[in-house]
């Protein structure tokens, strides 16, 4: 009987403090259901002063009174603000910038972060700064300034929109922009070629006299393209014209068009680029393989009587003989060139430099640039941003320009890109500037 009696009472005393902690949590949603949060835009102060760094404090201050309040959940709780500093950006406008530091109940994962408020440093405490754009109504009847707040914004999208309000960002994109083609290849060059009937014309003057190639049978228009010739596989010169097509044909003049021969070569694999850089002297690179990933490897051979016969001088730069689907070479002279290599997705492009005429190559070290502008893109690296190198050209004094892009998806200021120059034949380069090239159009 006594111990009926004992767990009788223990029921009674557990039932009584369950019906106590309903109670309370019942009382404490209650007390929260009558906490009301005013929004920023609605939240308004009243105060005597004309100041308006003293404005902006004292809506701050009493704007987050609203989140110390009693039974407010812990998600919303703050303990402590400290206002840290107050600067007047535009007197005009009524625009402040007002940092300051908030202990919150949570040190994670809370109200303030999912509203933008600030970002939390290693003790959990909220570092936040705010540009206010307050406005002001004068209130005659009781002599008070009411201060609410139009827009809030973070210290980087206040300059980012102070950057393009203020027309700068117009005028620094019009300087940008090239006055000349300081650092492209002469659209308007004297040698150029067209396609009339999938018969060859060739210029050497810019257009105004053509005269027909003779292939001798050879079918010179890309099979995929018949208005172009096959990339990469055609050098037309004053002192040499050299057009190939996939079946190892070479259609060949040295005398600007007047006399034509055709060269059947003995070729392993697949012409991928044909360059002479003078009458006699030649490099062809072949594809003798592919593999998965876009692998090609390649075959370089050389010529220096025309064509005639070909030597084979070595397989590019890498050991397994092996370059990316999408290089690009380039022959300065018969021994200085370059073989821009594209790499895999997120992975910057390489550039190769040769000064033995294609045996041996070198990895060709860019430095990093000076952003000219680089509001609202400061967690971006200069690696990140310009990563595609493209093949120098050769300018006054064997100056080299070289002109690195952003590859394909790259969208940073509209497409810029950075420029290069070296005075050592390509060993070393000097950044020049970022620029906004020039819209290019393709021309055959």
């Known amino acids: 009987m006594y111990f009926l009696k004992k767990y009788k009472l223990i029921l009674i005393v557990i039932i009584i403090l369950m019906i ?29 002063e004309k100041d308006i760094t003293q404005l902006a404090t004292k809506w701050v201050e009493e ?18 603000i400290s206002i840290q500093q107050v600067q007047v950006l535009d007197q005009e406008k009524n625009i402040v910038q007002i940092d300051f530091n908030v202990k919150t109940a949570k040190k994670q994962q809370d109200f303030f972060e999912e509203e933008n408020w600030g970002t939390r440093d290693e003790t959990g405490t909220l570092n936040c700064q705010w540009v206010l754009s307050l406005s002001l109504q004068e209130d005659q009847e009781r002599e008070e300034t009411i201060c609410m707040v139009a827009q809030r914004q973070s210290p980087a999208a206040y300059d980012l929109e102070q950057y393009k309000i203020s027309g700068q960002e117009e005028k620094d994109q019009e300087e940008l922009q090239l006055a000349n083609k300081k ?19 060739v210029s050497y003057d810019q257009g105004k006299n053509w005269k027909k190639v003779e292939s001798g049978n050879a079918i010179l228009p890309d099979n995929n393209h018949q208005s172009k010739l096959n990339d990469n596989l055609y050098t037309i010169s004053k002192e040499v014209t050299a ?66 016969t070909w030597q084979k001088i070595g397989n590019g730069p890498n050991d397994q003989g092996s370059l990316h689907d999408g290089s690009e070479f380039m022959m300065i002279n018969e021994t200085l060139g370059f073989i821009v290599e594209p790499q895999s997705a997120g992975d910057s492009s390489v550039l190769y430099r040769t000064e033995d005429g294609m045996k041996t190559f070198q990895k060709v070290e860019i430095p990093k640039g000076v952003f000219r502008n680089h509001q609202g893109n400061n967690s971006l690296t200069w690696e990140q941003v310009y990563d595609t190198p493209t093949l120098p050209k050769q300018g006054e004094n064997n100056e080299l320009t070289l002109v690195v892009e952003q590859g394909n998806d790259g969208d940073y200021q509209g497409g810029t890109k950075a420029a290069y120059r070296s005075t050592d034949l390509g060993k070393t380069w000097e950044f020049i500037e970022e620029f906004k090239p020039m819209p290019e159009t393709w021309e055959g």
């Open 63 to 80: 704007y987050t009174n609203q989140f110390k309040q009693a039974y407010i959940p812990k998600k919303k709780k703050i303990k402590e």
């Open 20 to 48: 106590t902690a309903i109670s309370y949590y019942g009382y404490i949603l209650y007390q929260q259901n009558k906490i009301i949060i005013i929004s920023e835009k609605d939240f308004s102060v009243e105060i005597e």
């Open 243 to 308: 057009i190939a097509n996939r079946k190892n044909e070479i259609v060949y003049s040295n005398n600007q068009g007047d006399t034509w021969k055709r060269i059947d070569y003995e070729g392993k694999g697949k012409p991928m680029y044909l360059q002479f850089v003078n009458p006699q002297v030649g490099f062809l690179v072949e594809c003798l393989n592919a593999a998965l990933g876009g692998q090609r490897f390649i075959e370089i051979i050389k010529t220096e009587d025309g064509g005639q």
């Open 183 to 201: 650092y492209h290849e002469d659209k308007e060059k004297q040698n150029i070629y067209k396609i009339e009937k999938a018969i060859v014309y």
